[in-house]
């Protein structure tokens, strides 16, 4: 069984329509990063929720991933699949 030991990651500010798309080896301590203001790029955004995170087996493939999520139909994606609050229909 091959072990899922990255992570992408989504987090969501509290304070402004805005979200960030991260990975890492270790999402404990990248959170803890976030939360402190040591992450010039969500510093400005805090504070912060974990609103969804995917385990990935290899670096290139969170960073794969990472990239995608960032792109326009990755975040339609995300918008659409992943971050919504409502039931899907039919549900």
Do not use: C, N
Not at 1 to 22: C, K, N
Not at 56 to 76: H, M, V, W
């Amino acid at each position: 069984m091959t072990q899922l030991s990255w992570f992408v990651y989504i987090l969501r500010s509290s304070i402004r329509d805005w979200i960030y798309v991260g990975f890492t080896d270790d999402l404990a301590r990248r959170m803890r990063e976030h939360e402190a203001g040591r992450v010039q790029s969500t510093k400005a955004y805090r504070p912060l929720v974990l609103v969804a995170y995917v385990a990935l087996p290899t670096e290139r493939k969170a960073r794969e991933l990472e990239k995608y999520f960032k792109t326009g139909s990755g975040k339609a994606v995300l918008k659409k699949r992943i971050l919504t609050d409502e039931a899907p229909k039919g549900a």
